[in-house]
């Protein structure tokens, strides 16, 4: 399997405009996660999804966030608009779901988003 | 307050020596503890898993621990290597294996 792909790897852009990270779980794998990684906060769980349905997205820092998952091979987080502070390296992970205690997930590379 | 924290921030050692990480969490309702393993630039990879009702697992040359009572975890990491150079980070799980909180990581570094 390819593991997790995410794209795309690095994207730059300027204040205001929107931002669509995308991801690709391993097949089979039913729940995802997105992650933010910066230096102050570290690495914080957005949202995630259980068989493509959200299940927790208190991690969501405010309301120009959005998460998609509209089939079980793809999900998408969406900035808009987007400000310097949104600037960090975004994750995706997936994981088998139902789980047991042994589960655990499987990091993609990561998208490194600057916002000028 | 942190629910997880991970001392020391930053580690350098010479090529051989055996090594401690060391991992503290807040509350004892814990479903499982994680150490992954972060390159630069790239993503995050497991490297052990204990479950609740375990007190350690091994895999080759690492040994974790846990011990929910006085809330830590422990990585060892013997005849260390420069190639286990990088960023370990810990991860309590909090469910059922679906809500990991990590630790802010501990940088390692092995000289040759």
């Known amino acids: 399997d390819a593991g997790v792909i995410q794209s795309p790897r690095h994207e730059v852009t300027e204040m205001g405009q929107e931002v669509t990270l995308r991801c690709k779980p391993i097949s089979g794998h039913n729940s995802l996660f997105w992650y933010r990684q910066t230096m102050m906060r570290g690495l914080e769980l957005l949202i995630y999804?259980?068989?493509?349905?959200?299940?927790?997205d208190s991690g969501m820092p405010e309301d120009r966030f959005s998460a998609k998952m509209p089939n079980a091979s793809f999900s998408t987080l969406k900035i808009q608009p987007s400000e310097p502070r949104d600037s960090a390296v975004y994750f995706c992970?997936?994981?088998?779901?139902?789980?047991?205690?042994?589960?655990?997930?499987?990091f993609g590379p990561g998208t490194r988003l600057t916002v000028l | 307050k942190q629910e997880v924290t991970q001392i020391p921030a930053a580690l350098s050692v010479p090529e051989g020596e055996n090594l401690v990480l060391n991992c503290s969490f807040t509350d004892s309702a814990i479903y499982n503890l994680q150490w992954f393993r972060q390159d630069p630039g790239k993503g995050l990879t497991s490297l052990l898993l204990?479950?609740?009702?375990?007190r350690e697992q091994t895999s080759g040359r690492l040994n974790a621990s846990l011990d929910k009572s006085s809330g830590r975890s422990t990585l060892y990491i013997a005849a260390s290597q420069p190639g286990d150079s990088a960023t370990y980070l810990c991860a309590k799980g909090r469910n059922y294996g679906q809500n990991f909180v990590f630790g802010p990581g501990t940088r390692l570094s092995v000289l040759p």
């Open positions: 999804f259980n068989n493509n349905v959200p299940i927790d």
């Open positions: 204990i479950q609740s009702s375990q």
């Open positions: 992970a997936s994981s088998l779901y139902p789980s047991s205690s042994t589960d655990t997930q499987y």
